[in-house]
């Protein structure tokens, strides 16, 4: 995993993130950024946030924010769906 988050591009990245969202979409018209810019402005910061921590920590940073961000759209969807 190491050498490859030095040679995957953001379009590379937002691009495989796009695809895990055909299981579960947003409703990207009621926003007002498209969808792809927000992928590739998501998949940017990652990257660079990524780069920034040694080799070693990349996976376990990772799979922190993964961890993190799962709980919050856990949390989401149960507010939404009048449960949390």
Do not use: C
Not at 13 to 20: E, G, H, S
Not at 45 to 60: E, G, P, T, Y
């Amino acid at each position: 995993m190491n050498e490859k988050i030095d040679i995957i591009t953001a379009h590379q990245l937002a691009d495989l993130a796009m695809q895990a969202d055909l299981s579960d979409p947003i409703d990207w018209g009621l926003l007002n950024i498209k969808e792809e810019d927000a992928y590739l402005l998501i998949a940017e910061q990652v990257l660079d946030s990524m780069r920034k921590n040694a080799h070693d920590q990349q996976l376990i940073v990772a799979l922190a924010s993964l961890t993190k961000l799962t709980v919050e759209n856990f949390v989401l969807n149960l507010r939404l769906h009048g449960k949390g």
